[in-house]
């Protein structure tokens, strides 16, 4: 198994949970001109949920899978184009034949993290098509290690070339990181990598920790542009890495002049740790629910700081956003129609 360090670049993928998938072609032009002789491993760029996902029920992004990919891979000369898949919302014949045509070198196929059974047809075919393949399993908080290596055996087996552990709603503490990662490197010949948020302000120092309890691969975004918290901030952890005398291979000063002459340009506000970030990693819920959760939260009136601890209590992960209204009438009916309000503005 190759150890080397290598890094992933989302921005321009959770970045568009940020921007609600609105990312126009001359942000990524920008973007992948700016970073391209970064050293960065992987560009990936698309919808934040994934080929595919364009909807809805998840967002409508500006623009089509296609013309995401085709701007970013005019651009893209030393680093290669990545893509993110969640079967489901992404098909081999409607997605991932089209992206291979468009140039996406390596594909991160991402399920919740006790259902990679799903992910081996995509991970086989990219594999057959000669094409790098990742497995990601999503909100791994919400299983033990032991049953999290069950799911990472199976893409191991499938063809994946690594497995990453993301912690979707930003709701890991140290020792869980250290603890899950070592198990991982232990038990698995593949590289071990790790994405992290920033909803408990620990996305640096849990990348850093899965650097030393082995991870290979780090994923994350530039300016930390992601969705709730935003993501570990890629120029921070560079320079943090550099002081500790750790090799990346990275170019500190191309990402910086990434994050100030473009990033920030397409954020809207500035990262930060709102109350509902805060509350959303403390309950483990995907942050991405904080916007139907206001909505819920003022239709009856409740604390939406006590809709995300109950999805939480119930284990409610993406997809199941039906549940939220579900939730917000639960706390009604025990709260009584007498309550104040809440300001909602406020905690978001």
Do not use: W
């Amino acid at each position: 198994m190759d150890n080397k360090l290598i890094f992933f670049d989302s921005t321009l993928r959770d970045g568009s949970h940020a921007v609600s998938h609105k990312l126009e072609a001359e942000n990524i032009k920008n973007y992948c001109r700016e970073i391209d002789e970064a050293g960065l491993y992987t560009v990936i760029v698309g919808h934040g949920n994934g080929l595919g996902a364009s909807s809805l029920q998840v967002g409508l992004s500006a623009l089509t899978d296609n013309e995401m990919l085709e701007t970013a891979h005019r651009e893209l000369k030393k680093t290669k184009l990545g893509a993110f898949l969640i079967p489901g919302f992404g098909t081999i014949k409607e997605n991932l034949n089209p992206a291979i045509d468009r140039g996406v070198e390596l594909f991160c196929v991402a399920v919740h993290c006790t259902e990679a059974d799903v992910t081996k047809q995509h991970i086989e075919y990219i594999r057959s098509k000669g094409k790098e393949a990742y497995g990601i399993l999503m909100m791994y908080h919400m299983a033990t290690k032991e049953r999290l290596l069950e799911e990472a055996l199976k893409m191991q087996s499938y063809g994946a070339q690594g497995v990453i552990l993301m912690d979707s709603a930003g709701a890991s503490v140290p020792k869980l990181v250290s603890d899950t990662v070592r198990y991982f490197v232990d038990h698995l010949k593949v590289r071990v990598g790790f994405h992290a948020h920033n909803n408990l302000g620990l996305a640096i120092s849990n990348s850093l920790i899965a650097i030393e309890s082995g991870a290979a691969i780090i994923d994350g975004t530039v300016r930390g542009f992601g969705a709730g918290a935003g993501n570990c901030q890629l120029e921070v952890l560079s320079g943090l890495l550099s002081k500790l005398e750790i090799e990346t291979g990275l170019d500190l000063y191309k990402l910086m002049d990434a994050s100030d002459h473009v990033v920030a340009k397409m954020m809207k506000t500035p990262q930060e740790i709102t109350s509902m970030s805060l509350i959303s990693g403390l309950a483990g819920v995907f942050s991405g629910f904080a916007n139907n959760v206001k909505k819920a939260a003022i239709r009856f009136k409740v604390d939406p700081r006590d809709i995300f601890m109950e999805l939480g209590r119930r284990k409610i992960v993406a997809g199941q956003e039906d549940f939220i209204v579900d939730v917000a009438m639960y706390l009604a009916s025990k709260k009584g129609s007498e309550e104040e309000s809440y300001d909602i503005e406020s905690l978001l």
